[in-house]
């Protein structure tokens, strides 16, 4: 059947959102036949290993190409900075891309462009294309709650959030104080990072309309208040999650499957997975107290390790990097200590698979909301553990909803062995970890539910593409 639909995406140079992107592309076209996909991805030096890995796996109405890189050394050495002034580079190749895919004759013409948040400046490209455009928020309904009522908040509240006493409003949200947004770009209004942020949110009024992966039912009123905010103009939002990683497999194969295997091997519903996503890393510090604590609470666990760090690193997930071993930095003794106990998997593990495997009944997780989803889509409780971005939001939704056990951090932001200790005895075989697990359980039911083929994320999703289908087939005549 010929495509009638051309829809191109676009995102930033950071694993985590160009894999929900790509997933999101995969389950539009799933329902969508007529639709055909090309992801153009900038990119900073080389496209990054584990999108590529993801690639390799791609249908054929989904396309992929990468923007020419920008060269890391003209980049500040500073990741939200770094990916900002990436995507800024990238935006006149993106441009010329889109003006040849929508001049040729040999494919189907262009009719609309999704763009993540953080690459709105796409919006305007799309503006004067005369495309349609849609931002794919890969975040809760309350980090995108949080992204549109920016340009609001901004008007409203004076001097720095952090030292509001009075939790700060977000339409439909929990109350939240200034301490818990995003800290790299909240904590200093005069910051770059706060501007860009801010006028990302305005670029917002751009879209034609808003896609955000979470699901009505989990965050209800957050889901009401963002329908609300749009109701009177005629930006559509549509829920569409949860989207998690289909099957992607380990950038590593020889780690994955070891670890597989390993798991393999322990009884149902012991093992704590812990791991802080595809950019985090921990202080040497902390690394070291985590492992102590690991041992201390005598429970069985999988642990991803990167070297330790005091920053973010968008592309630290193999030993083909060119970093060190991250099993040199463990505690001495530590790995003969525990290898009855323990399995530590360097750089990148298979996290759905590990996630889905029945020996794991917990994951200590920094609540990046990929991590979230796949957690709750598996009904795996959670010890949360926010780093960085809005992962002290997406933590304190789970904590609310009663499906994770919150880490205390010392006043100098540790978190201590005994503490950790604790915390992972109670998840995993305290009182309280019956009722958590009925809870996740039933989160569970409800995601596969908005699932489901008359459930509320596929009919927004079967929505958003036949309406695509009637406007490029308006275009057409
Ligand atoms: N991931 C993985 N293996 C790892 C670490 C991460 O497969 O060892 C995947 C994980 O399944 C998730 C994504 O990387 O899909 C991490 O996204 P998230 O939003 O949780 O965190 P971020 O990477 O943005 O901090």
Redesign the pocket.
Known sequence: MAKTTHIVVTSIP????Q??IIEFCKRLIHLHHHIHVTCIFPTIDAPIP?TLKLLESLPSSINCTFLPPINKQDLPHDVVLEIELAVVQSMPSLRSSLRLLCSTSTCTPVSALVVDPFASHALEIAKDLNLLSFVYF?LSAMGTSLFLHLPTLHEQVSGEYKDHTDPIQIPGCIPIHGQDLPPEFFHDRSSPAYGFFLLHSKNFSLAHGFLVNSFSKMEASTARALQKMHNNSTQLVYLVGPI??NG?K?IDESNGSDCLKWLENQTPNTVLYV??????TLSQQQINELALGLEVSGQKFLW?LREPSNSINVGN?SATNDHDDPLKFLPQGFLERTKEQGLV?P??????QILSHISTGGFL????????L?SLVFGVPMITWPL??E?RMNAMLLEGLGVGLKVRFNEIGIAERDEIAKVIRDLMIGEERSEIRQRIEDLKDVAAGALAEDGSSTMALSLFGTQMKNLSLCNEI
């Open positions: 950071v694993f985590s959102h894999s929900s584990a890969p998690i990683q992607s380990s791991s802080f996503g595809s950019a985090c991803v997930h998997v750089f990148w593990a298979p996290q759905t997780t920094h609540c990046g909301w990929n991590s979230t796949e960085f971005s992962q």
